[in-house]
């Protein structure tokens, strides 16, 4: 959040001095603090086409800047080759602190660029059993991500694909069964724990597949439940093909022309949009591959949608190009589909990866993680790291109540803000209407660390939004977080040692940078405790 006629203040000076102004001019924070507050290359850019030299022309912008300042601005100062510095003034940050207590946490960091309708799914695990800790870590990503795109101006669509048809589902009902009859389990059936359990609370008169498919889709809706995440929509694939979504796919993929036979099987010519090979649709034997009913299920959500991201496993890379390749032989643009590939999560304990599970013997649930070390915990943790690498869960750390744990760290430094402003009501101090108090005061290096920070929020939702990347958003309020702890430390608020003046100005600062955490924490679906 540049100082407000910062660029058109310089765009006027180039004019001035007879310069044709770049369509853009790039501000941005130098690297050293001491450099200023805000820099810019403008006369890098430009001085080329005047004939003039870098620094020749930055001095000339320097000086003409500061007999005319721009508001907030206090110094202007040429550096290196050819760079403008500048620096604020006390009112500038002061400012800032009033425009964020004004947005409030509904207002604040909240940007309306996106339109139209964005169908996320993500998860969609077999309904075959309960979800692994893996599959954690795609719900809290896209669920996070669906909060921040909303949070730009989207519609989401949450959508979770519930594969309940297919021999998959016939090997789990016969592994029911089987446990229950105390009878060998078929071949390549379910072994896990959890199907003797279910199969002992399965009663003898259902259906044991239809209850199957209701007590997994219970079980992991429960779980997700748990983590803050649901879903707009339960896409059912049986539902679709029984209502004819496969053929009437086929038929449009047909009308298309890029449906053709070979060797009796019916392909897809998905090469024609950049695939490395076409795919069979229908094959020799006339049962369809999976990639039908997907490509039907693509169709259908474009139905709810205009643009659709898949949040997909580690192992789905060859997937994108097929249906991305599908959706455009359907009439739709390469860009209005996407896919996200997440990697896997290694558990660790007691410097070890854990690879079973301590109640069944096999890979751990979902459940298990979140009752060890609770929702929260498991969100954030989930989201330390970008969805594309590796994700090292440490289950020791994130049960700690230190400052070494990085839940417990942020959710702190919320609780520390909380527990000032109780203080100052505990001492009978009431925060004056924010009009009435001079912000200009804050100018201790913790207050404008914790204040530049603060005010970063709303750039960090956007580039969250655009590189869907929530990852982001976690480390600003770690980086926000260790502004408050540092503030915390070497700035009273209230004390008989603190002017009533300063007193007022700080607790306003706590409080808009309370509304910046209660906003990261809640785009990333974690609580903000007034105490811990």
């Known amino acids: 959040m540049t100082p407000d006629g910062l660029v058109e203040a310089i765009a006027s000076a180039l004019t001035e001095l007879g310069v044709e102004a770049p369509v853009e001019i790039a501000l941005e924070r130098p690297r050293q603090a001491d450099h200023g507050d805000w820099s810019t290359n403008v006369a890098l850019v430009t001085a080329k086409a005047t004939g003039r030299k870098p620094r020749e022309l930055a001095s000339e912008l320097a000086e003409y800047l500061s007999s005319q300042p721009p508001p907030y601005i206090a110094a202007v100062e040429v550096a290196g080759p050819g760079f403008l510095n500048f620096r604020v003034d006390s009112g500038w940050r002061g400012e800032l602190v009033r425009r964020v207590v004004a947005q409030g946490r509904d207002e604040f960091a909240r940007h309306r660029f996106g339109s139209g309708r964005v169908g996320l799914e993500y998860v969609s695990a077999n309904p075959t059993g309960p979800l692994h800790a893996g599959h954690g870590r795609w719900a809290a990503y896209g669920d996070s991500l669906a909060r921040v795109l ?81 879903f707009d929509t ?106 996200i590939i997440g990697q896997n999560v290694v558990l660790w304990r007691d410097g070890a990866e854990v690879k079973l599970s301590k109640r069944t013997g096999e ?24 969805i594309d690498t590796k994700l090292t869960f440490d289950l020791d750390l994130v049960v700690q109540r230190t400052m070494d744990n990085p839940v417990f760290y942020v959710q702190m430094a919320h609780a520390r803000l909380c527990g000032i402003a109780r203080n100052a009501l505990d001492r009978g101090v009431i925060r004056a209407p924010i009009d009435q108090v001079d912000l200009s005061l804050l100018v201790h290096e913790r207050e404008t660390a914790l204040v530049d920070v603060l005010i970063t929020l709303p750039d960090v ?46 607790l306003w600062l706590c409080e808009a940078a309370r509304i910046g955490l209660v906003v990261g924490l809640g785009l990333l679906g974690v609580s903000a405790p007034e105490s811990m």
């Open 234 to 339: 339960w896409a059912s694939e049986r539902e679709l093909v029984e209502a004819g979504a496969m053929e009437t796919a086929l038929a449009e993929l047909r009308a298309s022309g890029y449906v053709f036979e070979s060797d009796g099987a019916l392909w897809l010519r998905t090469t024609a949009f950049g695939d490395d090979k076409d795919r069979v649709l229908v094959k020799t034997d006339g049962d369809p591959t999976y990639f039908l009913p997907d490509i039907a299920y693509h169709r259908d959500k474009f139905t709810r949608a205009d643009h659709l991201i898949d949040i997909l496993g580690a192992d789905h890379h060859g997937y994108i190009a097929r249906m991305a390749a599908a959706m455009q032989a359907l009439g739709h643009s390469a860009s209005d589909y996407e896919a």
């Open 461 to 506: 939702v956007r580039e969250a939004a655009l590189r869907r990347s929530p990852t982001r958003i976690t480390t600003w309020t770690r980086e926000l977080a260790s502004a408050v702890h540092g503030f915390h430390h070497d700035c009273w608020v209230v004390s008989d040692d603190v002017a009533p003046e300063l007193s007022q100005a700080r």
């Open 363 to 386: 890979l751990v649930e979902l459940a298990e993680v979140i009752d060890e070390v609770g929702s929260d915990a498991t969100r954030f943790t989930y989201l330390l790291t970008s």
């Open 150 to 230: 909303s949070r730009c101006g989207y519609e989401m669509q949450r959508e979770f694909y519930v594969n309940d048809r297919g021999s998959q589902m016939r090997k789990y009902a016969d592994s029911l069964v089987a446990r229950k009859q105390g009878t060998p389990l078929p071949e390549d059936g379910y072994a896990g724990h959890y199907i003797a359990e279910w199969a002992k609370e399965m009663p003898d008169d259902v259906d044991p597949l239809e209850w199957g498919l209701a007590k997994a889709h219970e079980n992991q809706r429960e779980t997700l439940a748990r983590l803050g995440v649901e």
